[in-house]
């Protein structure tokens, strides 16, 4: 095949950004057969991403290994966070030395950028090729809102000393569509002149550099925050919601042979009677929490899924397996977007990340929500006080008590039925975003009518 164009994506391979960006390519390929797409990523990360076949139906994206930083020859026994700095502190040369080698192996220029928009250079290298640069933010609008403001935030409590009788008033007047946030929600990122870890310093660079780019891309829709839409689109050149790509691009179930927790979901008689419970790839609670949700599932006797990897199965109470082995299931890992569709489930118990939070959505399940941290703890008040699909753990973490009480809040209260009719409803808002005429689709339009674009010589 002739490809008309070539479209370099930079991927930032930690934790669930580059899946989603891989997603949003896998649909721009499709909709753009002649358009030649070159994935850059790390190793360790594309090993994740491209098993099982995953780019068998697509003869336009080409896959390339981009050094992660890390000492080369030996296995990397550091933390997440430090595998973090190393890329970091290797980018954006790492990304530039491979970019010119594919452009010789195919042929073609890089005719767009299109990156994570933590890979703030982004713009520079875009800019040195004379392209386009699109950022793909892979979290919630209400989290890029908050960063977005991080100059007068930092001005507003510098200046006041803000304390906590004024936090929401501070937020309510700098940001428009967080009236219900706290100054402690927000990503502590954004405090960068307090903890200047390369994540930190990289996100301000981001700021600063978004509204250079010719289009910020986002898997949501614009009709979950109507008011930070508007004000977002005021920041950038365009301003493209075009999710949830669950509902816009589902892609096939993986096999669910490794587990069988479909099947034990399958063998559950009573409709939305389970709760499951996921915190993601990167963190996993402290003992402490473990036992205290432990001791909650026991008490509440609600049948459970509970997705734990092995290491973390270990920490868990003396006994707990055994008196629990037939009211829940334990398992390494879930296909995490089927589970929530399953009737059987009735609340997700989860961290908070932006990808589970938009899957809860599509299926129409409440959450219970226990931040960590990044934009979680934001994503956790819009949960509970603005969306109202939800409900945050009293004090923040799994106590016994309030695990207990978050749960029978969701499952047990009228309190309940309200948030399951609240995301319902929000379910209904993304289907019609991504039908022909809504706002996910025209989006998804405009960007590909960005990177199709005829470039100037």
Same mark, same amino acid.
């Given at each position: 095949?002739?490809?008309?164009?070539?479209?370099?994506?930079?991927?930032?391979?930690? /934790?669930?950004?580059?899946?989603?960006?891989?997603?949003?390519?896998?649909?721009?390929?499709?909709?753009?057969?002649?358009?030649?797409?070159?994935?850059?990523?790390?190793?360790?990360?594309? +090993?994740?991403?491209?098993?099982? /076949?995953?780019?068998?139906?697509?003869?336009?994206?080409?896959?390339?290994?981009?050094?992660?930083?890390?000492?080369?020859?030996?296995?990397?026994?550091?933390?997440?966070?430090?595998?973090?700095?190393?890329?970091?502190?290797?980018? #954006?040369?790492?990304?530039?030395?491979?970019?010119? *080698?594919?452009?010789?192996?195919?042929?073609?220029?890089?005719?767009?950028?299109?990156?994570?928009?933590?890979?703030?250079?982004?713009?520079?290298?875009?800019?040195?090729?004379?392209?386009?640069?699109?950022?793909?933010?892979? +979290?919630?609008?209400?989290?890029? +809102?908050?960063?977005?403001?991080?100059? $007068?935030?930092?001005?507003?409590?510098?200046?006041?000393?803000?304390? %906590?009788?004024? *936090?929401?008033?501070?937020?309510?007047?700098?940001?428009?569509?967080?009236?219900?946030?706290?100054? &402690?929600?927000?990503?502590?990122?954004?405090?960068?002149?307090?903890?200047?870890?390369?994540?930190?310093?990289?996100?301000?660079?981001?700021?600063?550099?978004?509204?250079?780019?010719?289009?910020?891309?986002?898997?949501?829709?614009?009709?979950?925050?109507?008011?930070?839409?508007?004000?977002?689109?005021?920041?950038?050149?365009?301003?493209?919601?075009? !999710? #949830?790509?669950?509902?816009?691009?589902?892609?096939?179930?993986? #096999?669910?042979?490794?587990?069988?927790?479909?099947?034990?979901?399958?063998?559950?008689?009573?409709?939305?009677?389970?709760?499951?419970?996921?915190?993601?790839?990167?963190?996993?609670?402290?003992?402490?929490?473990?036992?205290?949700?432990?001791?909650?599932? $026991?008490?509440?006797?609600?049948?459970?899924?509970? &997705?734990?990897?092995?290491?973390?199965?270990?920490?868990?109470?003396? /006994?707990?397996?055994?008196?629990?082995?037939?009211?829940?299931?334990?398992?390494?890992?879930?296909?995490?977007?089927?589970?929530?569709?399953?009737?059987?489930?009735?609340?997700?118990?989860?961290?908070? !990340?932006?990808?589970?939070?938009?899957?809860?959505?599509?299926?129409?399940?409440?959450?219970?929500?226990?931040?960590?941290?990044?934009?979680?703890?934001?994503?956790?008040?819009?949960?509970?006080?603005?969306?109202?699909?939800?409900?945050?753990?009293?004090? !923040?973490?799994?106590?016994?008590?309030?695990?207990? *009480?978050?749960?029978?809040?969701?499952?047990? &209260?009228? %309190?309940?039925?309200?948030?399951?009719?609240?995301?319902?409803?929000?379910? %209904?808002?993304?289907?019609?975003?991504?039908?022909?005429?809504?706002?996910?689709?025209?989006?998804?339009?405009?960007?590909? %009518?960005?990177?199709?674009? #005829?470039? +100037?010589?």
């Amino acid at each position: 095949m002739v490809f008309q164009s070539h479209i370099g994506v930079l991927a930032f391979p930690f /934790g669930t950004h580059a899946a989603p960006l891989l997603t949003v390519v896998q649909r721009l390929a499709t909709s753009s057969p002649h358009t030649l797409f070159s994935f850059f990523n790390s190793a360790v990360s594309n +090993s994740t991403l491209f098993n099982n /076949g995953v780019l068998d139906s697509y003869d336009n994206i080409r896959v390339y290994h981009v050094w992660d930083g890390t000492p080369q020859g030996q296995a990397f026994t550091g933390s997440h966070f430090e595998a973090v700095g190393l890329f970091l502190k290797a980018s #954006p040369g790492n990304f530039d030395k491979v970019i010119d *080698e594919a452009e010789v192996e195919t042929g073609l220029k890089i005719s767009c950028l299109i990156t994570d928009a933590f890979l703030w250079f982004g713009y520079d290298l875009a800019e040195k090729r004379g392209v386009p640069w699109l950022a793909f933010w892979t +979290s919630a609008q209400c989290a890029l +809102s908050a960063h977005m403001y991080t100059h $007068e935030i930092l001005k507003a409590v510098g200046s006041n000393g803000v304390g %906590e009788t004024a *936090e929401e008033e501070l937020i309510q007047s700098l940001i428009p569509g967080l009236e219900m946030a706290h100054l &402690s929600d927000l990503p502590p990122e954004i405090f960068f002149d307090k903890n200047p870890n390369p994540l930190a310093i990289t996100i301000n660079k981001m700021v600063l550099k978004l509204p250079k780019s010719t289009a910020v891309i986002l898997n949501s829709f614009e009709e979950i925050d109507p008011i930070i839409t508007t004000d977002l689109k005021s920041k950038f050149h365009h301003f493209l919601n075009i !999710g #949830p790509s669950i509902l816009s691009s589902p892609t096939p179930p993986p #096999p669910d042979d490794k587990t069988g927790c479909l099947a034990w979901l399958d063998s559950q008689t009573r409709p939305k009677s389970v709760v499951y419970i996921s915190f993601g790839t990167v963190i996993t609670p402290p003992e402490n929490e473990l036992a205290a949700l432990s001791e909650a599932l $026991e008490t509440c006797n609600y049948p459970f899924l509970w &997705s734990l990897n092995d290491r973390a199965k270990k920490s868990l109470p003396t /006994g707990f397996l055994d008196r629990t082995k037939e009211l829940g299931m334990i398992v390494p890992w879930a296909p995490q977007p089927r589970v929530l569709a399953h009737r059987s489930v009735g609340v997700f118990v989860t961290h908070c !990340g932006w990808n589970s939070i938009l899957e809860s959505i599509c299926s129409g399940v409440p959450l219970i929500c226990r931040p960590f941290f990044g934009d979680q703890k934001l994503n956790s008040r819009m949960v509970e006080d603005s969306w109202k699909i939800g409900v945050r753990l009293e004090g !923040g973490v799994l106590s016994k008590t309030a695990t207990v *009480e978050a749960l029978g809040r969701v499952m047990m &209260s009228e %309190e309940g039925e309200i948030i399951r009719e609240n995301v319902n409803e929000m379910n %209904e808002k993304a289907k019609i975003a991504v039908e022909p005429k809504g706002s996910s689709f025209k989006n998804f339009n405009k960007l590909l %009518e960005i990177i199709n674009a #005829p470039q +100037s010589s």
